[in-house]
């Protein structure tokens, strides 16, 4: 099954454009007993497809046909038993993609002129790359994690040591006399207690390790790097920050010297989940700077009209709300229904808006119901 490794099957999926495109999204099994309900959901979201061609006018008869693939992908045993949290289906003509989603979304079924990406939109977002530096008072390694995979940055700058920076390689002696000044050491390197010199040179080392660690991801990335995750002790993070131009990067507090990178790479995805993007409080205030000058709107009809006129820079939506309405792409229109229509051509608008921003190149960011103020969604405009 095909994953989403960049933004390019996103943007394929958001520019189709054609008539009874079939979306299914619905969570999915991983292991145990519970893999046969993964086929059983399948089944049971094929019939609703059934049925939505069916209030569209199309015999039983012409809709199972047009899904008999479908059908025969809900009998592949081997298919069901190697999923992730949850997958999206989409299916038109023939052209069938199938992609893992890691996390578990709402059941939905679409049959319209576009596709319903807004999980995939999600996962995203929520999956896009991450530099992750793990920092003790010994050593900085960098890695990158993305899509479930963490593997060490390909650089000639990290991992670093305290020795690479303060003292050759054969200085041994040289650490174990400062250690010895020091008065001993803590958990993870610790910091060292007393008074006398062999503190102070000790302390003044380590803020040069941690200037330098600063200045080698500064190089690493030219500038200040994105979505960075800093994982160390408090104390240890608190001082790299005190001592570089990091104090934004996000903190997983632990100690990394315990840790193998198995264990790394699964803390990482735990602090991950539930954020929506690592620049998320920066673009909530580009919002509101927007808004007071009249380039930001969180009514979804504005939004859509907005997104179907490029106007759109940065959209941030609330995945958990799905808002039903329609759309009259000739006068440019949205309209919002007070509850799901039955009607076959109703549209779910905060999709909508997903799917014609991403056509014009904005950013698609995850809010909450919080942070966005109960709205569906935001957009930060271009002009």
């Known amino acids: ?64 046909q047009r899904i008999a693939e479908l ?60 530099s992750v530096l793990t920092v003790t008072w010994e050593e900085a390694k960098l890695y990158d994690s993305v899509q479930g995979q963490f593997e060490p940055h390909d650089c000639v700058q990290f991992p670093v040591g305290i020795r690479d920076v303060v003292l050759p390689p054969d200085a041994e002696e040289q650490l174990q006399v400062r250690t010895q000044r020091g008065g001993g050491s803590g958990a993870d390197g610790g910091m060292f207690h007393g008074q006398g010199a062999g503190e102070q040179m000790i302390e003044s080392d380590r803020k040069r390790f941690l200037a330098e660690v600063g200045r080698r991801l500064e190089d690493v990335f030219s500038g200040t790097p994105e979505n960075l995750i800093i994982i160390g002790t408090e104390e240890v993070v608190g001082h ?25 790479s699964k803390r990482v995805e ?48 609330d995945p958990n709300q799905r808002i039903w309405g329609s759309w009259n792409s000739d006068t440019q229109t949205a309209s919002i229904a007070e509850e799901q229509a039955n009607d076959a051509n109703a549209v779910e608008l905060v999709n909508l808006a997903v799917v014609l921003s991403l ?15 109960s709205e569906p969604a935001a957009a930060i405009f271009r002009y």
């Open 1 to 64: 099954m095909p994953l989403l490794q960049s933004t390019t099957r996103l943007d394929d999926l958001a520019n189709h454009n054609q008539s009874d495109s079939i979306s299914i999204v619905m969570p999915t099994e991983q292991s145990g007993r519970q893999v046969q309900q993964n086929a059983i959901r399948f089944k049971n979201l094929l019939n609703e497809v059934v049925a939505q061609f069916v209030s569209m006018g199309t015999s039983e008869n012409e809709a199972e």
């Open 71 to 130: 059908r025969e992908r809900q009998h592949d045993d081997n298919f069901w038993q190697h999923q992730s949290e949850g997958l999206a289906v989409y299916f038109c003509d023939g052209q069938l993609s199938t992609l893992h989603l890691h996390y578990v979304p709402e059941p939905l079924v679409t049959v319209a002129d576009h596709y319903f990406i807004t999980p995939v939109a999600v996962d995203s977002s929520r999956s896009q790359q991450r």
């Open 240 to 264: 790299l920050k005190a001592t570089t131009e990091l104090s934004k990067a996000k903190t997983l507090t632990a100690s990394p010297a315990s840790m193998d990178r198995n264990q790394l």
């Open 270 to 317: 735990e602090f991950l989940c539930g954020e929506p993007d690592l620049g998320f409080a920066d673009r909530l205030e580009q919002f509101g700077n927007a808004m007071a000058h009249g380039k930001g709107s969180k009514y979804l009809p504005e939004i859509i009209r907005a997104a179907s006129e490029g106007r759109i820079s940065d959209l941030i939506i």
């Open 359 to 373: 056509r014009t190149g904005a950013r698609i960011l995850v809010g909450t119901d919080s942070q966005l103020g």
